[in-house]
């Protein structure tokens, strides 16, 4: 079981399926998380008394955790071997998913879903990299398809699961089913992962340190900022204070052989167009994810069973649309594709946003089937195309910033969620989808200008 998978050019047989199965499940669980407790968010803040904007930090928390390690754990996972990471990972998202489950007070929540993004991270930083590792080279298209397709189906349907569990069950269950599924695929994992020895490079501490910093202080900055009415010399200071370890961080990494930051890469006009893209698609689909539940629930009056029904749609045309983007992206650039999906998902935010005062669930649901179909479009072939673009040895860069692209566009957009609930409590939901659609439509942009350059990645 130690065998290094790379040397025969992947796994074969059965250990190829309980490698994927491996992949599969931990990646589904991570992605879950990232958004299963957005429709929860109204009924915890009801139920341990707090306020719609504090809440939010459920949310926040562990997004923060994975934006400020994924870098450093997919540097690391060069060095000790990816599986190393992702089992270790998955072992403190299960044990954290439990204190999740058994927090009496805010505190003790963020406090949990903290350790549970640390564990979320190793599973995100590597996830990529492993399956490049364990599928033979004829079948890492399908296997990067299968890959994005887990990412973005169980992040739109997490709406819809954390409806059907909080029908039948409080809120703790949404948390607690994750340690049976963890356990059960920590045992996968174990038996199916190769683990190759441990290299003798050593770790680069500082630029860890820098990283965790600058990307920690940004977001804790922005989210400041609204939580203080505007700029405050305090914001200032801490966005300064980010700059500058973003700044010192890539003056570091900047020439190094193994960086963890792929400043050599992100330097190539078509990577770094394909992280901004996907960096503003994910703040476009947070904002409409954290928004979604207080506008249904609290504006529109539905229950949390209806609003994970009414947000379907979503999920469902990612499961039909998925499959055909992978297929197309054998055919067209990664630049066109993802252009033409977050157009249509910038429509259909507007649409969401312009709903009428009492809308139908018709109305309400064919507007996010357009947001899936676009959303659906974009994923797969952007994703392919930056693992692509890495060379021999560079797979953990490829995969950590897929990762940290993902999840700090995710942060951005939950953390401008609760400042718009903080800033127009009352209108909250239209404002955040109408931002979402500027995002959409800036990352369409990005990602149509790939083709300008005609360097498609």
């Not at 010399?233 to 973003?246: E, P």
């Not at 529109?300 to 039909?320: F, K, Q």
């Amino acid at each position: 079981m130690q065998q290094s998978a790379t040397a025969q050019d992947g796994l074969t047989g059965g250990r190829l399926y309980f490698g994927v199965l491996a992949i599969s499940l931990a990646t589904a669980l991570g992605m879950l998380d990232s958004v299963i407790a957005n429709v929860a968010l109204p009924t915890i803040t009801k139920t341990i008394h707090t306020s719609p904007s504090e809440s939010v930090w459920i949310v926040n928390a562990y997004q923060l955790s994975i934006v400020m390690s994924l870098l450093p754990l997919s540097s690391l996972g060069d060095r000790v071997g990816y599986a190393r990471i992702y089992i270790g990972g998955l072992a403190l998202f299960t044990c954290s998913s439990l204190m999740c489950a058994m927090s009496q007070s805010l505190d003790a929540l963020i406090f949990a879903r903290v350790l549970q993004g640390f564990g979320a991270a190793g599973i995100s930083s590597v996830n990529t990299a492993l399956v490049k590792t364990i599928y033979p080279s004829r079948l890492l298209g399908r296997g990067v398809g299968i890959n994005a397709s887990i990412v973005s189906i169980s992040t739109a349907a997490g709406p819809t699961i954390a409806a059907a569990i909080l029908s039948v069950a409080p809120w703790p269950w949404l948390f607690a089913i994750n340690v049976p599924l963890g356990l059960i695929t920590l045992f996968v994992s174990f038996s199916a992962l190769p683990r190759p020895p441990i290299t003798q490079t050593p770790y680069d501490y500082g630029s860890a340190l820098l990283n965790a910093a600058a990307f920690g202080l940004l977001v804790l900055g922005v989210d400041r900022m609204g939580h203080s009415n505007g700029i405050s010399a305090g914001v200032v200071v801490q966005l300064a204070v980010a700059a500058l370890c973003a700044w010192l961080l890539v003056r570091r990494e900047r020439g190094r052989p193994q960086p963890l930051l792929p400043v050599d890469l992100l330097l190539r006009p078509a990577f770094l167009l394909a992280v901004l893209t996907s960096i503003c698609s994910f703040t476009a689909q947070m904002l409409a994810f954290v928004s979604l539940p207080f506008m249904l629930q609290d504006a529109l009056g539905h229950s949390a069973m209806e609003t994970g029904a009414l947000i379907t749609p979503w999920p469902l045309a990612i499961i039909i649309v998925a499959p055909l983007a992978g297929t197309l992206s054998n055919r067209y650039e990664a630049g066109a594709l993802g252009g033409v999906g977050l157009a249509i998902l910038a429509v259909g935010l507007a649409l969401l946003a312009m709903l009428p005062a009492h809308p139908t669930s018709v109305d309400i649901g064919w507007r996010m089937a357009v947001c899936g179909i676009g959303f659906g479009l974009f994923q797969t072939p952007n994703n392919r195309a930056i693992l692509a673009a890495a060379p021999p040895g560079r797979t953990g860069n490829a995969s950590g910033m897929i990762g940290t692209s993902r999840t700090l566009g995710q942060t951005l957009g939950a953390v401008l969620t609760a400042l718009i609930l903080m800033i127009a409590p009352g209108h909250a939901g239209p404002i955040a989808l109408t931002a979402g659609a500027i995002f959409a439509t800036a990352a369409a942009m990005l990602s149509l200008s790939r083709l300008v350059r005609r360097r498609p990645i």
